[in-house]
């Protein structure tokens, strides 16, 4: 729970008994090459625990090479990739893994992710498509290839039909999440299901570093739009993955556990309308 949330070090238990860092340092839209390298290593050297990158970031190798330059050990680090559409089916999943694995240069995983969920767009064999995908996730959850596996961008249609054919449930739900767009039936559907809920683009793509009310509650603290956006997360139970390739802000965005939002703010960034909002609805995700 968010009381017992302290530090950078402090963790939150999957459904799996798993511990994951409760702020993760995001990679999405960092170029590969010595950008994605020097802000990962950074980001381990300020405190971060938690990386989270993707086979369709293209930046995998360079994470990898940032955290083996840490020099932080492998064991303290909790590192999530995900599966791209091109790769659905049990043995393309399978294969996918293998090769994310070979790119960031572990043995395993603490996190693997179905990036996108099949939908009734595209195919209306979706429901059958997603199961089949499970299945090699949880083939790699069994085989010991990842410690935990879950799905992003799932509404709770995509995880009850998920529920009805899968042996092992999702642990995580990665959304996006930010005040002006907090998906709320998503939200308390994984609530129900003890699936822990992670927010990628926490900070609404940027936009909401410019919100008025987000500046006026982050300058009743002394802290930056960012910092409160992180904060806000976090007092929701919510997982954030804020990203940046700046040293400072990759800093100031660990910087959040000496304050704490009022029942007041938290009710009104709940209140907020759409904003910051990526344009990326699941209904649209990629057909493969």
Known sequence: MFSEITGMTSCRTLS??????????????TPSGDVARDSVKKALEVGYRHIDTAAAYYNEESVGEGIRLSGVRREEIF??????????????????????????????LDLYLIHWPAVKKFSAAWAEINAETWRGFEKLYKDGKVR???VSNFLPE?????????????????IEFHPGYIQKDAVD??????????AWSPLGCGRLLADPLVG?????HGKSPAQTCVRYAMQHD????????HDERIAANAAVFDFELTDDEMNELDGMPKTGFSGYHPE?????
């Open 16 to 29: 799996n008994g798993v511990k994951m860092p409760c702020v993760g340092f995001g990679t999405w839209q």
């Open 79 to 108: 590192i999530t990739t995900k599966h791209w559409t091109s790769d659905r089916g049990f043995k393309q999943t399978v294969s996918a893994a293998e090769k994310s694995l070979k790119a960031l240069g572990l043995d395993y």
């Open 148 to 150: 935990a596996i879950g």
């Open 158 to 174: 995509h995880l009850e039909t998920l529920r009805a054919r899968a042996d092992i449930m999702p642990m995580v739900d990665q």
């Open 189 to 198: 559907y994984c609530r129900r299901n003890e699936i822990l809920v992670e």
């Open 216 to 220: 006026r509650i982050a300058a009743a």
């Open 238 to 245: 919510v997982v954030p993955l804020p990203k940046s390739v």
């Open 284 to 288: 649209d995700a990629p057909a493969g």
